[in-house]
C-alpha cells in the first residue's frame, strides 16, 4: 500500500447524492428568485460546504438567504435521500478491500454530520464509518477549497499529510487536497477531468481505485 491513510470524500465518491441535491438546491434557489439550473448548480456548489452557497448568493446578489434556508434545504434533501440514495457503485467493493487489507481509511465531507449519518444509514454505508472515522467540515473553520478539513482529519487519525490520499470528485476538494500536501486521485464520473486537473491522478470507475492505491 502506497499509503498509511484513504481519505474519502462523501458526496458523489461514496454516496450518489449530488444529482439529487444538486436538484434540490437548484430548485430551491430558483424558488426564492435567485435563478439557478442544475448545471449551475453542480459548477458553483458541488463539493461547497452550506457557508459557500450564502457566500456566493450574497456576493452575486447583495441578497442574503433566509436564515432558514439550512433547515428547509436539509429536510427535502434527507426526504429525498430516503427515497432515492444509493452507494456509489463500486464503493462497497473498495471499503471491503481497504477493510481487509487493514488500511485506515476515513470520510472528510463538505457536508454535516447529520447529512453524512443520514446517507450513510439510507444506502448501508454506516457499517463501515464508525465515529472515529468521520470528519465533516462543521469540525473546522474553514470548508473547501482550504486545507483545513484534510489536515484535522490526518491529525486525528494519526497520519501525516504527505503519507495521505484523498479521493474526490469536485474542483474544490482537489484544491483543498493539494493545499494540504496530499496526493489526490479524482473521481471523473461526474466532473469533467478537465476540472480536476491538479490531481495526482484521474480515474472514471470506483472498480479502478483499489489497483492505483497499491
Given at each position: 500500500m502506497r499509503?498509511?491513510?484513504v481519505i474519502f470524500d462523501n458526496d458523489g465518491v461514496l454516496v450518489d447524492s449530488e444529482p439529487i441535491s444538486n436538484r434540490l438546491l437548484a430548485a430551491y434557489l430558483t424558488e426564492l428568485g435567485h435563478p439557478t439550473s442544475y448545471e449551475d448548480s453542480i459548477r458553483d456548489?458541488?463539493?461547497?460546504a452550506m457557508h459557500r452557497i450564502h457566500d456566493l448568493v450574497l456576493e452575486r446578489t447583495g441578497e442574503r438567504l433566509p436564515v432558514e434556508?439550512?433547515?428547509v434545504f436539509h429536510r427535502r434533501v434527507f426526504e429525498a435521500f430516503e427515497r432515492e440514495l444509493r452507494p456509489v457503485a463500486g464503493a462497497v467493493d473498495v471499503l471491503?478491500?481497504?477493510a481487509a487489507d487493514e488500511v485506515p481509511y476515513c470520510v472528510a465531507s463538505s457536508g454535516s454530520h447529520e447529512r453524512i449519518?443520514?446517507?450513510h444509514r439510507t444506502t448501508g454505508l454506516d457499517r463501515w464509518f464508525e465515529e472515529s472515522r468521520i470528519f465533516s467540515s462543521q469540525d473546522v473553520g474553514k470548508g473547501k477549497p482550504a486545507p483545513d478539513l484534510f489536515l484535522h482529519a490526518a491529525e486525528r487519525m494519526g497520519v501525516v499529510p504527505g503519507r495521505c490520499v484523498v479521493v474526490e470528485d469536485s474542483p474544490l476538494g482537489v484544491q483543498a487536497a493539494v493545499a494540504a500536501g496530499m496526493d489526490?486521485?479524482?473521481?471523473t464520473r461526474m466532473t469533467p477531468a478537465a476540472k480536476l486537473a491538479g490531481a495526482t491522478q484521474l480515474f472514471s470507475d470506483m472498480g479502478e481505485l483499489p489497483a492505483l492505491l497499491s
Open positions: 499509503y498509511d491513510l456548489y458541488m463539493g461547497s434556508f439550512d433547515d471491503e478491500k481497504l449519518r443520514v446517507g489526490v486521485y479524482g473521481f
